[in-house]
C-alpha cells in the first residue's frame, strides 16, 4: 500500500471537482443552467457554487479528492496521487475561471395564426377538447406555420419556453426544436400539489392520461403530469431523466412518483432505472398501460378508435 503525507493530502484537497474536470476530463462536463453542471455519466450529480451532489445516490462534497473516491471508487491513497500529481499542470489557483456557457438559444418556428389541423389531429387521437382548450389556453400547445405541426411547449420556473416537441399532423414526424433543453419537458403541474407525479414518455400520452381521468370523472389536474421527453435504453442502472430531476428539484414536495411509460424494451427499463435511482427517497409505482405499447393507445382503443379484435382490459 502507498503511503501518502499530510501535505500531499491538503494538497489534493484544493482542487474542486468543476476545475478538475474542466482540466482533465472535459467530456464528462455538461452544462445545465447558469453556473450548475452535471456529468455525463450521471444527470443527477450537480456541481454549482463550489460543491456537488449526487442527489439519486444522496451523496456529496467539496473537492475533486470526494468525487474519485465516493463516485469513481477510486483508493484514497491512489486518489491523492492522482490529484497530486496532476495539479503540477493546473494553473494557478488565482486563474480566473471561464463563464459558462449561455443557455442554449430556442429557436421557435413561426406559429400558425390558428392550431385547427394540430387540434384535429389530437382530437382523432382521442384526446378530449377540454384538454386541448387548457392547453391552448397556458400556451402548451401550438401549431407551426410552416408544416402545421403540433408544437408542445415546456417553460422554466421564470416562465420562458424552453422546450418544444414537434409531432406531424401528416404522418409520422416527430422531432424537437432546435435548443430544446430536456431538463424543461412539456408539463402540467396541479394548481395545488398533491406531492403525486404522473411521468409520460411523451406530451400525448400525458394529454391521453389526462383524457382518461376526465371521462371517468376524476379530477384529471389534482396530480401533476410531467413528460420526459422520450427516453432511451441505456446499460446503467439506476438512470433518473433529467426533466425528472430538474421537477423533483423544484417541487420538493413531491412524494409519490406514478410511471405510464410504454410497454416496450426501453420504456420497462427506463421504469425500472427511475424505480433502481430513486425508490430510497420517494414511493415509485410501476403502472405501465393495460392495454398497447402506450398510453394513447388505451386511450383509443377505450374509444373505439382501434378495432376491437380482444376485449378490453381494465
Not at 36 to 60: A, M, P, V
Request: charged share 25%; with cysteine; glycine share 8%.
Amino acid at each position: 500500500m502507498g503511503y501518502v503525507t499530510p501535505e500531499q493530502i491538503a494538497q489534493a484537497k484544493e482542487i474542486d471537482l468543476l476545475t478538475y474536470l474542466q482540466h482533465f476530463d472535459p467530456h464528462q462536463l455538461v452544462h445545465v443552467g447558469g453556473s450548475t453542471y452535471c456529468t455525463r455519466e450521471h444527470d443527477s450529480l450537480k456541481i454549482s457554487n463550489g460543491k456537488w451532489h449526487w442527489f439519486s445516490q444522496k451523496i456529496g462534497g467539496k473537492t475533486a479528492l470526494d468525487y474519485l473516491i465516493k463516485v469513481q471508487d477510486v483508493p484514497f491513497t491512489q486518489a491523492v496521487e492522482m490529484l497530486v500529481g496532476r495539479a503540477a499542470v493546473l494553473p494557478p489557483v488565482s486563474h480566473t475561471v471561464p463563464k459558462p456557457d449561455p443557455p442554449r438559444k430556442l429557436l421557435m418556428p413561426e406559429l400558425n395564426p390558428n392550431s385547427d389541423r394540430a387540434l384535429n389531429y389530437l382530437m382523432g387521437r382521442g384526446i378530449h377538447p377540454v384538454i386541448l382548450d387548457y392547453c391552448l389556453e397556458h400556451k402548451l400547445l401550438a401549431e407551426t406555420k410552416q408544416y402545421h405541426n403540433a408544437l408542445f411547449a415546456g417553460y422554466d420556473r421564470e416562465g420562458k419556453v424552453r422546450y418544444a416537441a414537434l409531432r406531424g399532423t401528416m404522418g409520422d414526424f416527430k422531432g424537437e426544436v432546435t435548443g430544446s433543453d430536456k431538463h424543461y419537458s412539456f408539463s402540467i403541474s396541479a394548481p395545488q400539489e398533491s406531492g403525486r407525479l404522473h411521468l409520460f414518455e411523451s406530451a400525448i400520452d400525458l394529454m391521453s392520461y389526462a383524457t382518461l381521468m376526465l371521462g371517468k370523472g376524476w379530477d384529471w389536474q389534482k396530480d401533476s403530469l410531467l413528460s420526459l421527453a422520450g427516453v432511451y435504453q441505456t446499460k446503467r442502472e439506476n438512470v433518473v431523466p433529467v426533466a425528472l430531476s430538474r421537477y423533483l428539484q423544484e417541487h420538493p414536495n413531491v412524494h409519490t412518483l406514478q410511471l405510464h411509460l410504454d410497454n416496450d424494451e426501453v420504456g420497462r427499463g427506463a421504469a425500472a432505472g427511475i424505480m433502481g435511482g430513486l425508490k430510497d427517497r420517494y414511493t415509485v409505482l410501476d403502472q405501465p398501460p393495460t392495454y398497447g405499447k402506450d398510453v394513447n393507445d388505451l386511450l383509443r382503443r377505450k374509444l373505439g378508435l382501434i378495432p376491437r379484435k380482444e376485449e378490453w382490459s381494465r
